[in-house]
C-alpha cells in the first residue's frame, strides 16, 4: 500500500525533513517582520505582528495562535518560515486580547451550542482576532495554534465558520478529557522539568532520544549548538511566564482555569462536518501537559491527519522551526483532500 503523506511522521521520529531557508530569503523575511498596532472602535490598542509580502490581499493568509504565557519574538522564525515567500502571516502580540464588546450575543450563542460556557479570558482573545481579520480586511485564514490558542481559534471558528478554511493545532489544549486546574499545573511543571533535562543533556553534547552510546546519534558539537539555542529561549519563556504573571495574577489565574475546563472536541466534529472546515494535530509524543494517549483517545472523528514528532511540550517553544514543514504538509495535505472530494462530488 502507498504511504499517505499522513503517515509520514511516526511515533519518535523527526520530520522527514526541515523548512529550509537561504540567508538572503531569511534576511528578507526579517525585513518584512513588521509590527503594527491600531485602535479599536473601545479605543483599545491592538498590536500585532505581519510577515510576508506587502501585498498580503491573497485569498488566504495564515493567522498564528500563540499558547499561554509564550512571545510571539521566541517564535519568530517559525512565523517567519509559514510564509513561503508568498502567503502572509498575522500574529497577535496583545497576552490577555482586548475588551470582548465587539462580538455580538448572536456570535457568543453560535459558539456556546458546540463550545460550552464561553470563559471570558478566551473571548478577550477570540474579540482580538476578529477585530484583526475586520481590520486587516484578511478574506480567508488558515489558523495555526499552540497549546491554549487551540481555544480560541475554535471559538473564533465556531463564530466565523466561512472565515477560516484550514486549522493546525499544535500540542492543542482542550482535548485531554476531565481536567482541573491543579491536575494541569502539576502536568506543567513535570513537562517543564523533562524539557530541562533533555536541554541538559544537549549541553554535554549527548542525544537525549538515544543515550549517549547510541550507533548513529548526532554530532556533539551540534547537540550543543541546538542545546544553547533552546536554553537560550527557555530562558526567554521564563521570563514571558513570570512577567505575566507578576503583571496581571487575576488573568493568569483565570486563563489557567478556562485551559483546564475547556472541551473542544464535540466542536472540532461540528466544524469538520458541517462547515467543511479541515482539522490537522501535530503533537510531542513526550508531551506531559498535554499528553498524547490522552488526545488520541478523545480525538476520533475531529481531525483530518495528524503527525507526531519527539519531544515535549515545551519543545515548540525552544526549537519551533521543526514545525513549519509539518505545517506545510498539513496544509497541502488537506487541500489535496478537499479538492479530491469536490471532485469525488462533481463526478
Known amino acids: 500500500m502507498k504511504e499517505s503523506f499522513f503517515d509520514r511522521y511516526p511515533d519518535a521520529h523527526e520530520p522527514a525533513k526541515k523548512s529550509e531557508i537561504s540567508i538572503k530569503e531569511q534576511q528578507s ?15 483599545e490598542k491592538l498590536e500585532y505582528v505581519h510577515i ?37 502571516v498575522f500574529a497577535i502580540n496583545n497576552p490577555h486580547g482586548i475588551g470582548s464588546g465587539s462580538i455580538t450575543e448572536t456570535q457568543k450563542q453560535a ?27 484578511i478574506k480567508r485564514i488558515d489558523i495555526v495554534a499552540h497549546s491554549e490558542g487551540a481555544i480560541y481559534a475554535i471559538i473564533y471558528a465556531l ?16 482535548m485531554v478529557g476531565e481536567d482541573n486546574r491543579y491536575e494541569l499545573i502539576k502536568r506543567a511543571t513535570k513537562d517543564t522539568l523533562l524539557q530541562t533535562e533533555k536541554i541538559r543533556q544537549k549541553l554535554l553534547g549527548i542525544d537525549p532520544r538515544v543515550g549517549k552510546n547510541a550507533d548513529n546519534p548526532k554530532k556533539p558539537i551540534s547537540l550543543r549548538i541546538e542545546g544553547h539555542q533552546e536554553n537560550a529561549l527557555a530562558k526567554s519563556q521564563a521570563k514571558e511566564f513570570i512577567g505575566a504573571l507578576a503583571d496581571n495574577p487575576k488573568r493568569w489565574t483565570e486563563a489557567i482555569g478556562a485551559i483546564a475546563n475547556a472541551d473542544i ?19 510531542a509524543v513526550d508531551d506531559q501537559t498535554f499528553p498524547i494517549d490522552r488526545i488520541r483517545k478523545n480525538s476520533k472523528d475531529a481531525m483530518d ?3 507526531s514528532t519527539v519531544g515535549t511540550h515545551c519543545t515548540f517553544d525552544q526549537n519551533p522551526d521543526k514545525y513549519i514543514q ?8 488537506m487541500e489535496m483532500q478537499r479538492e479530491k472530494g469536490q471532485l469525488d462530488d462533481f463526478l
Open 111 to 137: 459558539a456556546s451550542e458546540k463550545f460550552g460556557a464561553l470563559p471570558e479570558i478566551e473571548l478577550r482573545k477570540t474579540a482580538a482576532v476578529q477585530e484583526l481579520v475586520k481590520h486587516e480586511e
Open 265 to 283: 472536541v464535540e466542536a472540532l466534529q461540528y466544524l469538520r462536518h458541517d462547515c467543511g472546515i479541515k482539522v490537522g494535530i501535530i503533537h
Open 326 to 333: 509539518m505545517v506545510k504538509d498539513l496544509i497541502s495535505g
Open 52 to 88: 510576508g509580502p506587502e501585498n498580503y490581499k491573497e485569498e488566504v493568509s495564515i493567522m498564528y495562535l500563540k499558547g499561554f504565557s509564550t512571545n510571539n519574538i521566541a517564535s519568530k522564525d517559525f512565523i517567519g518560515g509559514l510564509t513561503d515567500k508568498k502567503t502572509s
Open 305 to 307: 491527519g495528524s503527525f
Open 29 to 43: 523575511l526579517e525585513k518584512s517582520y513588521v509590527n503594527r498596532s491600531f485602535e479599536t472602535k473601545s479605543r
Open 159 to 174: 463564530m466565523n465558520p466561512g472565515k477560516v478554511r484550514n486549522i493546525i493545532l499544535i500540542d492543542p489544549a482542550g
